[in-house]
């Protein structure tokens, strides 16, 4: 069974750090690539990061390279993202999700190839 449960989000003012959590089930944890993506009112749904199994690399949006970083742990069955020097145009909420390893790193780029999703997390950054 697929699940995944956000927290972490916050506001805090530019230049700020949050670090994000996934909490996954087993099975999704060592079955699946697992993301993060955000949206704002605005703007539609963007992938930000993804992560696999270790050695399967990562994936980082080029808006985030440099400030983000995505890891995982596996005691917790957690994947966490790591927000850096927080700009305010990175305000959004920010929903973990899970998608099959058969899926291409083109597919994955965007939203529809991700079948399951968390609840979101907001994050507001003030300037």
């Known amino acids: 069974q697929v699940q995944l449960v956000e927290s972490g989000g916050g506001s805090v003012q530019t230049g700020g750090s949050l670090i994000l959590s996934c909490a996954t089930s087993?099975?999704?944890?060592?079955?699946?690539?697992v993301g993060w993506f955000r949206q704002s009112p605005d703007k539609e749904r963007e992938v930000v990061a993804t992560?696999?199994?270790?050695?399967?690399?990562?994936f980082y949006a080029n808006s985030v390279k440099g400030r983000f970083t995505i890891t995982r742990e596996t005691v917790k069955n957690t994947v966490y993202l790591e927000l850096n020097n927080l700009k305010p145009e990175d305000t959004a909420t920010y929903y973990c999700?899970?998608?099959?390893?058969?899926?291409?790193?083109?597919?994955?780029?965007?939203?529809?190839?991700?079948?399951?999703w968390g609840q979101g997390t907001r994050v507001t950054v003030s300037s």
């Open positions: 999700a899970a998608t099959s390893p058969r899926t291409t790193p083109h597919e994955r780029e965007a939203p529809d190839a991700w079948p399951y």
């Open positions: 087993e099975y999704t944890y060592r079955t699946h690539y």
């Open positions: 992560i696999y199994r270790p050695g399967a690399g990562t």
